[in-house]
């Protein structure tokens, strides 16, 4: 039998499996909805639990439809909501609190604060985007500055931050990796574009 290619979908409002043949035909798919949190007007969360929870459901669902295990699988690939934050403990793979989901407005202060310093200038020669509570990196230093637990996490060399393609490569590897994809690292507002690296 050809080896088969995985796509998972991490949406905003649900998390799909497509799995292809060799000609690139959809030999399976399964969608699952979620639903996202509102705590206060302007901000959005998800329940990182959650993202990985019907995301793992979809894979099992699209197997089952194609009668195939993993076995059979020979490339996974993520397309995911790319500005989306989480935040998880390294050794226990926990997530700290909700994701903060790239709709979330929270940070939209504090981005106007940077404006006034002069300092999106600076992001923007570096990163190539505005400065803006949409892309991920305000979100981060809003859970560093906000969760109690995030803070005491990240002093000891154990809070990881991934956006979502992080998240679910972390879950898929049992906590093995801990990566991502330059194309989600530039929505970061952390990665030099003319590098290739994340900026100090």
Same mark, same amino acid.
């Given at each position: 039998?050809?080896?088969?290619?995985?796509?998972?979908?991490?949406?905003?409002?649900?998390?799909?499996?497509?799995?292809?043949?060799?000609?690139?035909? &959809? !030999? /399976?798919?399964?969608?699952?909805?979620? +639903?996202? %949190?509102?705590?206060?007007?302007? @901000?959005?969360?998800?329940?990182? $639990?959650?993202?990985?929870?019907?995301?793992?459901?979809?894979?099992?669902?699209?197997?089952?439809?194609?009668?195939?295990?993993?076995?059979?699988?020979?490339?996974?690939?993520?397309?995911?909501?790319?500005?989306? &934050? !989480? /935040?998880?403990?390294?050794?226990?793979? +926990?997530? %700290?609190?909700?994701?903060?989901? @790239?709709?979330?407005?929270?940070? $939209?202060?504090?981005?106007?604060?940077?404006?006034?310093?002069?300092?999106?200038?600076?992001?923007?020669?570096?990163?190539?985007?505005?400065?803006?509570?949409?892309?991920?990196?305000?979100?981060?230093?809003?859970?560093?500055?906000?969760?109690?637990?995030?803070?005491?996490?990240?002093?000891?060399?154990?809070?990881?931050?991934?956006?979502?393609?992080?998240?679910?490569?972390?879950?898929?590897?049992?906590?093995?990796?801990?990566?991502?994809?330059?194309?989600?690292?530039?929505?970061?507002?952390?990665?030099?574009?003319?590098?290739?690296?994340?900026?100090?």
């Amino acid at each position: 039998m050809r080896k088969l290619v995985m796509a998972l979908d991490q949406g905003t409002t649900s998390s799909r499996t497509i799995i292809f043949d060799h000609e690139a035909a &959809v !030999v /399976a798919s399964a969608n699952m909805d979620f +639903e996202c %949190i509102y705590p206060r007007s302007g @901000w959005v969360e998800q329940d990182p $639990a959650i993202l990985w929870q019907t995301q793992y459901a979809s894979i099992q669902e699209t197997l089952s439809k194609a009668q195939v295990s993993m076995k059979a699988i020979a490339a996974i690939g993520i397309t995911n909501q790319r500005e989306t &934050v !989480v /935040a998880w403990d390294k050794q226990t793979g +926990e997530p %700290i609190g909700n994701a903060i989901v @790239w709709q979330c407005r929270r940070t $939209a202060d504090f981005c106007e604060d940077l404006k006034a310093e002069g300092f999106d200038a600076i992001i923007r020669a570096k990163t190539g985007l505005v400065t803006d509570a949409y892309f991920s990196g305000t979100k981060m230093r809003w859970i560093l500055g906000n969760r109690p637990e995030a803070r005491r996490l990240a002093d000891a060399g154990r809070l990881a931050f991934g956006t979502v393609d992080s998240w679910l490569v972390w879950k898929l590897t049992g906590g093995k990796a801990h990566v991502i994809d330059a194309s989600n690292a530039s929505r970061t507002m952390l990665y030099d574009i003319h590098q290739a690296q994340w900026d100090d």
